[in-house]
C-alpha cells in the first residue's frame, strides 16, 4: 500500500499524550512543535505516511524525521530539532579578536577623521583591511557580522558614557570639613548663636551662575483660548540679548538668600556680594563661606577686602568637582524652575530686574535647606 511504513510502534504514556495533544491544539506554542505533536499523533492511530503528509501539510521528509526521532528517544525528542553543526566555523576566534581590538581603539588611531566607530564605519575598515591582517574571511563581513562579533563580547564602540576623573587629592579630606559645617548647621538652628559660643556662627553657602541668557521674543505670546488652544503659543524663533551672571549666596539657618545680579562675575562684583552679607550680620558675628575656589574668591582683590575685616569671614572650600556639595545649588535649582523657566525680555535690564524680583519673591517664603546624607563622612 502506498504510504506505508515498516517503522514500529510508538508507545506514548498518558503524559506523553495529553501533551501531544495540548501541543497540536495550542495557538500560542511554535508552529513546528504544532505540527509534529499533530504527525505523533496520526502515527499512533497508524495513519498511513501519505495521509500524515496530507493532514499536516508537511512533506516527507519531515514526517520521517519526526517520527525517527520519536522511535529513538521518546515523544519529546520528536519534537525539537537535533542540535548540529555541519562544518567547522569560518570566522576563527583569532579574527573575532582583532575586530573586538580594532572597536576597542579609536578610528583615529587608523588614519580616519572620525573619533567614535559607527557600526558601519567598523564594518567598512574590518572588511578593507582583513586580508592584509591575516583574517580573509572577514574580507565579506558586512554590518551584521560585526554587530554579532561584538555582541557576544558586550562592546558598543558607538556610544560614550561619561565619567568624571577625580582630580583633587585632598577630595575626601575637603568634603570631611564641608559635611562637618552642615552638621554643625544641624546643631545650631535659626540665630546661630548658643551659650558655648562667644560670637555667632552664621553659615552662607556661596556661588555663581553665570550665562543667565536674555532671550527676546520675535512674535507675540499667543495666550491659551478655552476649546482651541489648550497651550500658551509661542514663535520658535528668539533674539539673543546678552548673558548676566547671578551671584548668590543662602543662609543655611534661614533659607535667605542674598542675590547680585551682574554682567560679569570677577572680583569686583564678588566683593560687593560680601559686602552685601557683611552687612547683614551682626558685627560681632562670624561669617562661615561654603564656596569653591573660583578665582575671583581668592583672587588678589578680594584677599585684601577680607585683610579689613580680619576675623569676620571663614572660608570652607569645596574639593575640584564637588560643586554638588555646595546647597547654593539648590537654590538655583529652584530660581531655573521657577522663574528663570521659558523667561522672555526686551532687555538686559528687565532681565536683571525680574531675576531680583524673583529673589525678592523667595526671600518672602524662605526655604531652609539642609544636608541629610552625612554617611558620606569616613570614619
Not at 157 to 174: A, G, N, Q, S, V
Not at 178 to 187: E, R, T
Not at 300 to 325: D, I, N, Q
Not at 326 to 351: G, P, W
Request: aromatic share 8%; charged share 30%; with cysteine.
Amino acid at each position: 500500500m502506498a504510504g506505508t511504513t515498516r517503522r514500529g510502534e510508538l508507545l506514548l504514556t498518558a503524559a506523553d499524550r495529553q501533551m501531544l495533544e495540548e501541543l497540536a491544539r495550542s495557538r500560542t506554542a511554535p508552529v513546528r512543535e504544532a505540527e509534529r505533536a499533530k504527525i505523533l499523533l496520526a502515527y499512533v492511530e497508524h495513519r498511513s505516511i501519505a495521509e500524515v503528509m496530507r493532514r499536516v501539510g508537511v512533506g516527507g521528509s519531515t514526517v520521517y524525521k519526526c517520527i525517527d526521532k520519536a522511535l529513538a528517544d521518546g515523544a519529546v525528542a520528536g519534537l525539537k530539532d537535533a542540535y548540529h553543526r555541519p562544518h567547522a566555523p569560518e570566522i576563527t576566534e583569532e579574527a573575532k579578536a582583532w575586530v573586538v581590538s580594532l572597536a576597542c581603539s579609536k578610528p583615529k588611531d587608523h588614519g580616519r577623521a572620525a573619533e567614535v566607530w559607527s557600526i558601519s564605519a567598523l564594518a567598512g575598515f574590518v572588511s578593507n583591511h582583513a586580508e592584509e591582517a591575516g583574517h580573509p574571511r572577514l574580507a565579506k563581513a558586512g554590518k551584521s557580522t560585526v554587530w554579532r562579533i561584538l555582541n557576544e563580547r558586550q562592546i558598543k564602540p558607538h556610544k560614550i558614557t561619561y565619567y568624571l576623573e577625580r582630580r583633587d587629592p585632598d577630595f575626601d579630606r575637603k568634603m570631611q570639613e564641608v559635611l562637618m559645617v552642615y552638621q554643625d548647621v544641624a546643631l545650631y538652628q535659626e540665630g546661630a548663636v548658643h551659650d558655648a559660643r562667644p560670637n555667632p556662627i552664621y553659615t552662607v553657602s556661596v556661588d555663581e551662575k553665570p550665562g543667565v541668557q536674555a532671550l527676546g521674543l520675535t512674535a507675540p505670546d499667543l495666550p491659551p483660548v478655552p476649546g482651541k488652544a489648550a497651550n500658551l503659543g509661542r514663535d520658535y524663533e528668539y533674539v539673543r540679548r546678552g548673558t548676566v551672571s547671578i551671584l548668590a549666596g543662602i543662609d543655611l539657618h534661614s533659607g535667605h538668600i542674598f542675590g547680585r545680579v551682574e554682567d560679569r562675575h570677577r572680583s569686583v562684583e564678588f566683593i560687593e556680594l560680601l559686602k552685601d552679607i557683611d552687612a547683614h550680620y551682626p558685627p560681632e558675628a562670624i561669617v562661615r563661606l561654603v564656596l569653591d575656589n573660583h578665582s575671583a574668591h581668592i583672587s588678589k582683590e578680594t584677599r585684601a577686602f577680607l585683610a579689613t575685616r580680619p576675623e569676620r569671614f571663614e572660608y570652607v572650600h569645596t574639593p575640584k568637582h564637588g560643586s554638588w556639595l555646595n546647597l547654593i545649588e539648590c537654590a538655583f535649582s529652584k530660581m531655573a524652575r521657577t522663574f528663570l523657566r521659558h523667561i522672555r525680555v526686551s532687555s538686559l535690564d528687565e532681565l536683571k530686574a525680574r531675576i531680583r524680583q524673583g529673589i525678592d519673591e523667595m526671600n518672602a517664603a524662605p526655604v531652609v535647606f539642609r544636608w541629610k546624607k552625612f554617611d558620606l563622612v569616613k570614619t
